[in-house]
């Protein structure tokens, strides 16, 4: 059966690649120069390319992962194959290294497939491919694997210092954690996720011990959210992390993270920052409303594979359950929208992407519409943690810590920076049956068809300027 497997997804590797080629190939030709962003990132990458690494554009925001890698894949092929002239680093050469990131991450997103859902091998062979397969062209990622943006570099290296986390090689996953970071600093948080698994595994484990010795056969996933629950996790967790053995045996293990968060922050203090170049558009501020958008988000992509009858049936019984502590939820929504919505200058001006229209047609028409939105929210968020009942609580914890940490400082609504965390939050939701997985694959493949046919056809110009301008994420 695993070789049998191992066919199917080489057969499906090749026919991914194959159909994304012809992607790349079409929206290259339509789209030869460089667009919005890549502008900067390809002029970057070419001054590497000619050898000049002390100069640097001051409107990039990111480190030079990206060209660097580029640089290392580019510069061998062109020694072995003696290629010269214009093609070299060119605009499509450079947007290719996506494609190949593409490959790698459909790879990944297998591995850690067969990993998490380990205990399932014997009957899942055909729901682990597809649902790799699936993840691999989630539209806002396999939309920008055509263009030379940080994305695809970025989601590769996570989920590979991910991997190396399941596996137990913290020393590898902490390297790959700065490869992450080379290409977005805010991965940082990432890598604290890795360590975070790590420190609630631990948690796991003293946790059950704890239970067997006072013959408890609660498990850390089952604890009820209740005062008393809560009173005993944070009993709990000050008992654990004041606990010099317990302190000693995590530090023993996530040691790496741990070297990797003192450069961060040797960066940090260097740099008077976390970006670099032009800061004036990306300030950080807490925009709690970021993570009702992120929650709101997941729930749309994820709704083959998370919402059913049973499930939304059973919110109304919660809801029935526990009316002071939803209206008490409700009322925390309220005041976190009312007071700490922020929005970007670009969210307004740039009718390129689609989150300006999201905004647009649906915050802006009305101010009582980002109020009116809480009930939807709150269900969003209900339905993110429902799927992940699975999980131990102190993961669970660790995750929406990083969460919170991804998402909230963000000032632009920007679904790029939703990728890795969905990607995870998909990862971790028990896998899901057949059927479902093909309409998650169908839903997905309906979006990207849609987002690629508007870019290649719906071009327009603005009033002031004759370049063509194309709608993108």
């Known amino acids: ?144 694997n055509f263009l030379y943006y940080t994305d695809a570099g970025s989601t590769f290296f996570i989920l590979f210092a991910y991997l190396m986390t399941l596996y137990g090689c913290h020393k590898a996953s902490a390297l790959l954690g700065i490869f992450a970071i080379f290409f977005r600093q805010t991965n940082i948080i990432w890598v604290a996720f890795c360590a975070g698994t790590v420190v609630a595994n631990k948690m796991d484990e003293t946790w059950r011990t704890e239970q067997s010795k006072k013959k408890d056969d609660k498990s850390p996933c089952q604890i009820p959210f209740s005062v008393s629950g809560v009173k005993r996790v944070m009993r709990f967790l000050l008992e654990f992390l004041t606990t010099a053995n317990h302190v000693k045996a995590v530090m023993l293990v996530a040691w790496p993270y741990m070297l990797v968060a003192v450069g961060f922050f040797a960066f940090i203090v260097l740099n008077d920052g976390i970006v670099v170049g032009d800061r004036t558009s990306h300030e950080a501020c807490l925009n709690f409303p970021q993570l009702f958008y992120f929650f709101s988000f997941a729930l749309f992509f994820s709704i083959p594979t998370s919402l059913c009858y049973h499930r939304a049936l059973r919110f109304l019984q ?70 992940l009942k699975s999980r131990s609580l102190f993961w669970s914890l660790a995750f929406l810590v990083c969460l919170l940490a991804a998402t909230v400082p963000q000032k632009l609504l920007e679904f790029r920076y939703f990728i890795v965390p969905y990607l995870l939050y998909r990862l971790h939701m028990p896998l899901p049956t057949l059927t479902r997985l093909v309409l998650e694959f169908l839903l997905y493949t309906a979006v990207n068809a849609a987002t690629l046919y508007i870019f290649v056809n719906k071009t327009f110009q603005w009033p002031n300027s004759p370049a063509v301008q194309r709608f993108m994420w």
């Open 1 to 144: 059966m695993e070789k049998f497997e191992g066919y199917i997804f080489t057969a499906l590797c090749s026919t991914n690649f194959l159909v994304s080629c012809l992607l790349f190939s079409k929206i290259t030709r339509e789209q030869r120069e460089p667009y919005m962003d890549e502008i900067f990132h390809v002029r970057q990458a070419q001054k590497y390319c000619y050898g000049k690494f002390n100069e640097w554009d001051p409107m990039i925001t990111t480190l030079p992962g990206l060209y660097l890698a580029s640089v290392g894949v580019i510069k061998p092929v062109v020694w072995l194959v003696d290629l010269t002239g214009k093609v070299v680093c060119s605009t499509a050469m450079l947007r290719f290294i996506n494609l190949l990131f593409n490959c790698g991450i459909l790879y990944l997103l297998y591995l850690i497939i067969c990993k998490l859902h380990l205990k399932e091998k014997t009957k899942t062979a055909s729901r682990r491919v597809l649902s790799a397969l699936s993840l691999s062209t989630f539209p806002v990622l396999y939309f920008f």
């Open 318 to 387: 919660t809801l029935k359950k526990q009316p002071l502590l939803y209206l008490l939820i409700t009322g925390l929504c309220l005041l976190l929208v009312w007071k700490f919505t922020f929005v970007h200058k670009y969210l307004l001006a740039d009718n390129r992407h689609f989150p300006f229209y999201v905004w647009n047609r649906i915050f802006q028409k009305h101010e009582a519409v980002r109020f009116a939105l809480i009930p939807a929210y709150v269900f969003a968020a209900w339905n993110f943690m429902d799927t």
